[in-house]
């Protein structure tokens, strides 16, 4: 057996495979398939400060190799996952990352602020949420916002501080460079792509928030193509994301610089897709002779 351990701003987990946010809920539906403390960690809901509903149906809707989705954080609020969910998880021998999302600064700020006081492991910021106070612009989308942001969050984190990027960008290695100034322990990407689906007999957006976050296979090579962009311009560990279905899509996003990965929409297709992939994984590194996974990251050979 291969070693699977890693260690994200010194929190070791038990291998790499982390679900992503969003796509698992706080884990309670899927301990009732299969033990989820043979993942490495959970990535759980995105929480905001106060209860959220959601966006009005349709939120979702099918793509060629993948799908759009415009939930709109719908989610319990923080105290509720504090009180309810997070117990549960930490039964469960798994590293809990808490997805914090907001409209305001001040929000981001108060969320880490109660959370650091709680059992969760990491932090993982969303910042692809849009700025309401500033216009609806997201935090993610420039340098000044995306540092800004970081900033003030980290005088109110104590706990592992990871900032999720949003590839709806002109340069996401600059964007990365301006939160790793500013105070992130790691980041994590690739956020979903803005896109849209219309209904050419009503001739209506199929989603009612007219566009959606696309994910799944679909996104992969842009995944790729841009954690290889920013694990050669900053020094965090990344945590790469987008379009893994199958172990050696797994591999190609640890050989482009990934330190761990999170894996989302597949699991709607496949509950058990974490698990092939850590299964797959660990065979490759048997195969391959390699001993601790951490030896591949980085290790794709440019042309």
């Given at each position: 057996?291969?070693?699977?351990?890693?260690?994200?701003?010194?929190?070791?987990?038990?291998?790499?495979?982390?679900?992503?946010?969003?796509?698992?809920?706080?884990?309670?539906?899927?301990?009732?398939?299969?033990?989820?403390?043979?993942?490495?960690?959970?990535?759980?809901?995105?929480?905001?400060?106060?209860?959220?509903?959601?966006?009005?149906?349709?939120?979702?809707?099918?793509?060629?190799?993948?799908?759009?989705?415009?939930?709109?954080?719908?989610?319990?609020?923080?105290?509720?996952?504090?009180?309810?969910?997070?117990?549960?998880?930490?039964?469960?021998?798994?590293?809990?990352?808490?997805?914090?999302?907001?409209?305001?600064?001040?929000?981001?700020?108060?969320m880490?602020?109660?959370?650091?006081?709680?059992d969760?492991d990491?932090?993982?910021?969303?910042?692809?949420?849009?700025?309401?106070?500033?216009?609806?612009?997201?935090?993610?989308?420039?340098?000044?916002?995306?540092?800004?942001?970081?900033?003030?969050?980290?005088?109110?984190?104590?706990?592992?501080?990871?900032?999720?990027?949003?590839?709806?960008?002109?340069?996401?290695?600059?964007i990365?460079?301006?939160?790793?100034?500013?105070?992130?322990?790691?980041?994590?990407?690739?956020?979903?792509?803005?896109?849209?689906?219309?209904?050419?007999?009503?001739?209506?957006?199929?989603?009612?928030?007219?566009?959606?976050?696309?994910s799944g296979?679909?996104?992969?090579?842009?995944?790729?193509?841009?954690?290889?962009?920013?694990?050669?311009?900053?020094?965090?560990?990344?945590?790469?994301?987008?379009?893994?279905?199958?172990?050696?899509?797994?591999?190609?996003?640890?050989?482009?610089?990934?330190?761990?990965?999170?894996?989302?929409?597949?699991?709607f297709?496949?509950?058990?897709?974490?698990?092939?992939v850590?299964?797959?994984?660990?065979?490759?590194m048997?195969?391959?002779?390699?001993?601790?996974?951490?030896?591949?990251?980085?290790?794709?050979?440019?042309?």
């Amino acid at each position: 057996m291969a070693d699977l351990r890693v260690k994200i701003a010194g929190v070791e987990l038990k291998n790499p495979i982390i679900t992503a946010s969003g796509t698992f809920g706080f884990g309670r539906e899927y301990d009732e398939v299969y033990d989820i403390s043979l993942l490495g960690g959970i990535s759980c809901k995105g929480t905001t400060l106060k209860k959220k509903d959601g966006n009005p149906p349709i939120r979702i809707a099918e793509t060629p190799s993948g799908m759009l989705n415009s939930v709109g954080l719908q989610n319990p609020g923080v105290e509720h996952f504090i009180k309810y969910d997070l117990p549960f998880l930490k039964q469960k021998d798994i590293t809990v990352i808490s997805n914090i999302a907001g409209s305001s600064v001040e929000d981001y700020c108060k969320m880490a602020e109660i959370l650091s006081d709680t059992d969760i492991d990491m932090i993982e910021m969303n910042i692809s949420c849009p700025n309401v106070k500033e216009g609806g612009v997201a935090f993610g989308t420039s340098c000044e916002s995306a540092g800004n942001i970081t900033k003030q969050v980290r005088k109110y984190c104590k706990k592992p501080l990871i900032v999720k990027l949003s590839p709806n960008v002109t340069s996401i290695s600059e964007i990365a460079k301006c939160v790793e100034a500013e105070g992130a322990d790691a980041v994590s990407m690739i956020n979903t792509i803005t896109g849209m689906r219309i209904d050419i007999n009503s001739r209506r957006p199929i989603l009612r928030n007219n566009t959606g976050g696309l994910s799944g296979p679909a996104v992969l090579p842009v995944a790729v193509r841009m954690v290889n962009e920013v694990y050669r311009s900053i020094k965090l560990p990344i945590i790469g994301m987008g379009g893994i279905a199958k172990w050696e899509d797994a591999v190609e996003l640890l050989l482009a610089g990934s330190s761990a990965l999170q894996i989302g929409t597949a699991i709607f297709n496949d509950p058990y897709a974490p698990l092939k992939v850590i299964e797959g994984l660990n065979k490759y590194m048997d195969d391959n002779k390699i001993e601790k996974v951490s030896d591949i990251t980085g290790k794709v050979q440019l042309w």
